[in-house]
């Protein structure tokens, strides 16, 4: 029998919104959401869904969701991890639990949102007081670039506890991969760079001064964005990129 957390979000479907989700998210051939299919739920509803079905659903409807063919079924069993997971402070056992789901299932967090919306949360959080080879590991050799981008963005919430070291040694990682580098990469590590610059100002343009000629352009323009107009124009006429 279907579980709530199903049955809720399937009730919402929408079929006016399914084609603007998929051009939004880059479905048709030889896009990096090829293949993907959507029920035309809007992500503010799918997050009532969760908030109302969380404490209600097990790692068994979790494995059914995650493995959905509809995109927005995955993203409801990746919030709901996250739910669970936060609200297991006191349970370590818990947590453990949350984060081997997520690392066994990446497979499935196969879109730029799925990753942004579980990855900082669930293993950024996990990692505050342990060892973070993981991350290097993913972004060094994640199979594929969703791996990849959760080991750059995980680290946000390493920069919102104060610590940026781990964000730039893997902004280094996807500065040595072979060229072109993703899109989709290189738009994450250059908002990372953006957030870690937020918390350090200097930093970042110390990071970037001998970095910039090897970076790519996106990255590079993603990185300042919020400098001052001035100090952005001048980073780009003085550092100018042959990428």
Same mark, same amino acid.
Request: negative net charge.
């Given at each position: 029998m279907p579980h709530l957390l199903l049955e809720r979000m399937v009730a919402h479907t929408d079929p006016a919104q399914v084609d603007g989700l998929s051009r939004f998210f880059k479905c048709g051939p030889g896009q990096y959401g090829e293949g993907d299919r959507f029920l035309g739920i809007k992500v503010p509803v799918t997050r009532e869904v969760v908030k109302a079905s969380w404490a209600s659903t097990t790692f068994d409807d979790l494995e059914e969701c995650i493995s959905s063919d509809f995109h927005e079924i *995955?993203? /409801?069993a990746l919030l709901t991890l996250v739910e669970i997971f936060r609200h297991a402070r006191k349970d370590p056992e818990t947590r453990r639990r949350?984060?081997?789901?997520?690392?066994?299932?990446t497979e499935y967090v196969n879109n730029w949102d799925l990753v942004d919306l579980s990855c900082y949360?669930?293993?950024g959080e996990w990692l505050k007081d342990k060892d *973070?080879?993981?991350?290097?590991?993913l972004a060094r050799s994640g199979k594929t670039i969703?791996?990849?981008r959760i080991g750059?963005?995980?680290?946000m919430q390493l920069i919102r506890a104060g610590e940026l070291d781990d964000t730039y040694a893997i902004a280094d990682i996807f500065l040595a991969k072979p060229k072109p580098l993703h899109d989709l990469l290189q738009k994450a590590v250059g908002w990372l760079l953006r957030? /870690?610059?937020k918390r350090d100002?200097? *930093?970042?343009k110390a990071w970037l001064a001998p970095r910039v000629c090897s970076m790519p352009r996106t990255m590079l323009r993603y990185a300042i964005e919020k400098f001052p107009e001035d100090e952005r124009r001048a980073f780009l006429m003085k550092y100018r990129c042959d990428y």
């Open positions: *995955r993203l /409801a949350c984060i081997d789901f997520y690392l066994s299932h949360p669930l293993l *973070r080879t993981l991350l290097y590991d969703w791996e990849q750059i963005v995980s680290t957030e /870690a610059g100002t200097g *930093r970042l």
